[in-house]
């Protein structure tokens, strides 16, 4: 029999997790209950014929915030690692050239655009500004270049044309550079596990009583009411009521293929190569043997195709339409239990953010449960 002051954690990705350690390590009971029948959320990895690879996309964890250092160091997760990626870029008469991901203006200098790159690189106006994602990206690098790295890229990952899409995101994941730096992070911190992020979570979560393939919705909450005096809810908000496909998310399908390789070779370019042209249907490869530094015979290289129905990316557009649902929902299922509710994480926020945003986002959770116990 739960104490009424146990706390349920619906989800086990990296904010469950991080709130129900935190939560733990403070004295209190924590119970996890995940859909899947294993932990680690949109970050976790698999195995094909021995060889890590992740289902849902690369993820590299970087940061640089201290205290998510320290947390993440007490499990396990700390090896080094320097995340370049390249974009296969068509160059007219040539074929397809890999270039840096963000582009480098040194390299650029080499196309036969440069010319006109150089002209509106000159005609840029001093701070990158506009609404819309397109307006935004083309004021920071000018229009050939959006056209050359950016816009097939962007119908095809979100299957809407760019200037329908919020300028919101634009800021952390477009640059235009000319200090040479190569590295598509610039945290103080970058990390990636060799035996993926699966075995670090589970150590977080090791000794919180966990139950896998429980799917909770609003209708559980009578019960989790009963065993529970708060919710940590990380799950997302329109399943969650029962109302699937009120919000819009874009979706991924990765296509993995096994290649035999000897145990230190490799077949693509990169951990990540960016397909921008429409020409290519998938938007990436990724190539997890580049980061885990796995030694074994053969690869994992898996495309990425846009379009498929699960929820990897939140769907954000200029007028916010989805957001404001949302919040909406949250609202509806605060005032479904009295008991307090948070909300925590990619899924229940609708926010596309990184491994350690998540974390950030957990143990900000976890203090606030506490301090209004």
């Not at 690879?53 to 160091?73: K, L, R, W």
Request: hydrophobic share 40%; charged share 20%.
């Amino acid at each position: 029999m739960h104490r009424k002051k146990s706390i349920a954690v619906v989800g086990s990705g990296w904010a469950g997790a991080t709130a129900a350690r935190t939560l733990h390590d403070a004295g209190l009971p924590v119970d996890v209950y995940e859909a899947a029948s294993s932990v680690g959320g949109h970050s976790r990895s698999e195995w094909l014929n021995g060889v890590l690879y992740e289902p849902n996309g690369a993820h590299i964890f970087h940061t640089s915030n201290e205290q998510v250092v320290q947390f993440v160091d007490r499990f396990g997760l700390r090896r080094p690692y320097e995340h370049k990626v390249v974009a296969a870029v068509p160059i007219d008469g040539e074929g397809i050239r890999h270039l840096s991901w963000p582009p480098q203006v040194s390299e650029l200098e080499g196309l036969p655009q440069w010319p006109t790159i150089k002209r509106e690189i000159a005609a840029l106006p001093e701070t990158a500004s506009g609404e819309d994602f397109e307006s935004y990206v083309i004021s920071l690098m000018g229009p050939t270049l959006y056209q050359l790295f950016i816009r097939g890229y962007t119908l095809k990952q979100w299957g809407m044309d760019p200037s329908e899409l919020s300028s919101s995101f634009a800021p952390k994941r477009v640059e235009l550079r000319t200090d040479g730096y190569k590295r598509l992070f610039r945290d103080a911190w970058e990390f990636y596990p060799p035996n993926g992020v699966n075995e670090i979570i589970e150590a977080v979560l090791r000794p919180i009583a966990l139950t896998c393939g429980a799917e909770v919705t609003a209708k559980d909450l009578p019960d989790l009411e009963r065993q529970h005096s708060a919710v940590v809810l990380t799950a997302p908000l329109d399943k969650f009521l029962g109302e699937d496909g009120l919000l819009e998310w874009r979706g991924i399908a990765m296509r993995s293929r096994y290649v035999p390789t000897d145990p230190e070779g490799t077949e693509t370019a990169a951990y990540v190569v960016n397909y921008p042209s429409l020409d290519v249907p998938y938007t990436r490869t990724v190539e997890s043997k580049h980061a885990s530094g796995q030694v074994i015979a053969g690869t994992v290289v898996s495309e990425e195709y846009p379009g498929a129905p699960a929820r990897h990316y939140p769907v954000s557009t200029v007028d916010g339409r989805n957001e404001r649902v949302n919040l909406e929902f949250k609202a509806r299922i605060a005032a479904l239990s009295g008991m307090p509710i948070h909300f925590c994480g990619r899924l229940a926020n609708y926010q596309y953010i990184n491994q350690d945003e998540a974390i950030v986002q957990g143990l900000t959770c976890a203090a606030s449960i506490l301090e209004n116990l």
